[in-house]
């Protein structure tokens, strides 16, 4: 079983900035990737970033220059930093990971309960 719990959203005006935190817990080998994932009002679900555990990044193009993700490997924690946010930046971001538990090298994928940020105009 593996837990992952978001925290940072909240309501910020358009320019602002916002900070989000996923905190993975449980038994596990490693966590292979770790991203962010969001959904707006009546749209799908869009990979926003992730990193891998060496530091590869990568961005959805709305976002490319406004976020930066990080991870924190030793608190298996990963940041996004949203900065210049726009009206439609607005949605329920979610934590994915990929995860190993042994050897075998199987990848088991998680997602966190979401964390809801509202950029007004």
């Known amino acids: 079983q593996v837990q992952l719990v978001e925290s940072g959203g909240g309501l910020v005006q358009a320019g602002g900035s916002l900070r989000l935190s996923c905190a993975a817990s449980?038994?596990?080998?490693?966590?292979?990737?770790m991203g962010w994932y969001r959904q707006a009002s009546g749209k799908q679900r869009e990979l926003v970033a992730r990193?891998?555990?060496?530091?590869?990044?990568n961005y959805v193009d709305s976002v490319k220059g406004r976020f930066t993700i990080s991870r924190d490997n030793g608190k298996n924690t990963v940041y996004l930093q949203m900065n210049s946010l726009k009206p439609e930046d607005t949605a329920v971001y979610y934590c994915?990971?990929?995860?190993?538990?042994?050897?075998?090298?199987?990848?088991?994928?998680?997602w966190g309960q979401g964390t809801l940020v509202t950029v007004s105009e």
């Open positions: 994915n990971a990929l995860v190993e538990f042994d050897s075998s090298r199987a990848q088991f994928q998680y």
């Open positions: 449980g038994r596990m080998l490693s966590i292979n990737v």
């Open positions: 990193i891998t555990s060496g530091g590869t990044t």
